[in-house]
C-alpha cells in the first residue's frame, strides 16, 4: 500500500508547523537541525510539536519513540514509518 505522505510532503508540513507555531527561523531548518540545540525546543514543545503532528497524520507518536527524535530527519523518518 502506497504512503499517503512522501517524506518531503512530511517535512513541508513539518517546516510549516515549525515557522508557524514555534517561530523557528527557515533558514534554520535542514534535516541536521536538532530541535533542541539548534531550533531551541524544550519538552513542553516537544510534546507540543508531537500533538500538531498527531493531528496532521491522524496517528499517535509513542513516547518511547518520541524520546529518540532528536533532529528534522529523525521527526520526518519517524511519520514517515508511522504512516
Do not use: H
Not at 2 to 24: G, H, M, Q, R, T
Not at 58 to 63: G, V
Amino acid at each position: 500500500m502506497a504512503k499517503p505522505y512522501s517524506k518531503e510532503e512530511i517535512k513541508n508540513k513539518l517546516a510549516e508547523i515549525l515557522i508557524n507555531d514555534f517561530e523557528v527561523d527557515s533558514n534554520d531548518i535542514s534535516n541536521e537541525a536538532n530541535l533542541f540545540t539548534d531550533l531551541g525546543f524544550d519538552s513542553i514543545d516537544a510534546v507540543d510539536l508531537a500533538v500538531r503532528l498527531q493531528q496532521f497524520t491522524d496517528k499517535k507518536i509513542s513516547p518511547e519513540e518520541f524520546k529518540q527524535i532528536r533532529t528534522v530527519d529523525d521527526v520526518v523518518n519517524a511519520i514517515y514509518d508511522l504512516i
